[in-house]
T-cell receptor, first 115, second 114 residues
Framework: EAQVTQNPRYLITVTGKKLTVTCSQN?????MSWYRQDPGLGLRQIYY???????DKGDVPEGYKVSRKEKRNFPLILESPSPNQTSLYFC??????????????FGSGTRLTVV | AQSVTQPDIHITVSEGASLELRCNYS??????LFWYVQSPGQGLQLLLK??????LVQGIKGFEAEFKRSQSSFNLRKPSVHWSDAAEYFC????????????FGTGTRLTIIP
């Protein structure tokens, strides 16, 4: 089944403790992206990647890092989490745009709480 | 920069009634427009998309949307809602296939009453 898999689904951590949220896709997509969803704000892009070793900042990159060493994986790293990073996070992937472009395929989300 | 506005935060509709969710975009040229649905505890699922051509597009689950350039709108419609349609709906746009950035609206939460 074609899918984007995020882990973990739920995570509670303490301020300052480094964490990584993993994301993997099995569709051989070139593009991958991380979004955070907050009430009243919709989804905002954190980082995106157009291919292996090619990443760039989205709208809200502060406090986050990413890497794309393999095409299928795009982990999100919070080196020193803070309470304002408590949010619902989505990883997504898409193929190169073209006639059959369907936008992104989204993972099921990771609900992160930083206390 | 492109943006989308969903003016309705929450809509309540009776089961079997018709539905229209509003979306307005802001961009000079024709944007690429999407509607996504998010069921409770789930990720986002694509309902339909508009790139060009016929301004009335059909999607999954009986939804359709109409692109109206004169009104800068891309409203989502369904003639008869089902209880399973209760979810949050997001309009999104992209105009730059260089970075694959989808810009989302703030969402409309749909409640269905019996």
């Amino acid at each position: 089944e074609a899918q984007v898999t995020q882990n973990p689904r739920y995570l509670i951590t303490v301020t300052g403790k480094k964490l990584t949220v993993t994301c993997s896709q099995n569709m051989n997509h070139e593009y991958m992206s991380w979004y955070r969803q907050d009430p009243g704000l919709g989804l905002r892009q954190i980082y995106y990647s157009m291919n292996v070793e090619v990443t760039d900042k989205g709208d809200v990159p502060e406090g986050y890092k990413v890497s794309r060493k393999e095409k299928r994986n795009f982990p999100l790293i919070l080196e020193s989490p803070s309470p304002n990073q408590t949010s619902l996070y989505f990883c997504a992937s898409s193929p190169d745009p073209g006639e059959y472009y369907d936008g992104y395929t989204f993972g099921s989300g990771t609900r992160l709480t930083v206390v | 920069a492109q943006s989308v506005t969903q003016p309705d935060i929450h809509i309540t509709v009776s089961e079997g009634a018709s539905l229209e969710l509003r979306c307005n975009y802001s961009y000079g040229a024709t944007p690429y427009l999407f509607w996504y649905v998010q069921s409770p505890g789930q990720g986002l699922q694509l309902l339909l998309k508009y790139f060009s051509g016929d301004t009335l597009v059909q999607g999954i689950k009986g939804f359709e949307a109409e692109f109206k350039r004169s009104q800068s709108s891309f409203n989502l419609r369904k003639p008869s809602v089902h209880w399973s349609d209760a979810a949050e709906y997001f309009c999104a746009t992209t105009t730059n296939f260089g970075n694959e950035k989808l810009t989302f609206g703030t969402g409309t939460r749909l409640t269905i009453i019996p």
